[in-house]
């Protein structure tokens, strides 16, 4: 599995759709966190574990998103997540939701890495950055 094109299904809920019955628009961004968490477990880094033991959490820094087109409950969703870039103290993806082999959603985020207590930027702990590259290297 390449971790640099990390792709997450997700089930449409009717808790997820709104009085037209399509998605709510703020339960992409829901969907697209779940992604981005899954991409990390799947890295080997569980986040609770990260900022217990290093002290550090990941926060979105920036994000742009385009409405393409609506999805509807019972939906079957994949949220595709591609790394864009690698910095000091942050990362930045390009996401996008699809279903049925139509593009939905498309965006760009940005996630810095900041210490938990303070939520003053830090840079992004070698070992995960390490993981990260390798990664977006070699795969």
Known sequence: MSLVQFNW??????????????????????????????WLRALGF?????????????????????????AYFNDLLEIHCDVVKIGRGSIELAQTITGNGVLLISAHVKAAFVNAATFKPVGIPPNIKEAMLQKFVHD
């Open 46 to 70: 569980e986040q609770t574990v990260v900022k217990e033991s290093l002290g550090v959490i990941i926060v979105v820094h920036s994000l742009s998103i385009a409405f393409k087109s609506p």
């Open 9 to 38: 299904p997700v089930r449409v809920y009717y808790e997820d759709t709104d009085a037209g019955g399509v998605v709510y628009h703020s339960n992409y961004l829901n969907f697209m966190e779940r992604a981005r968490t899954e």
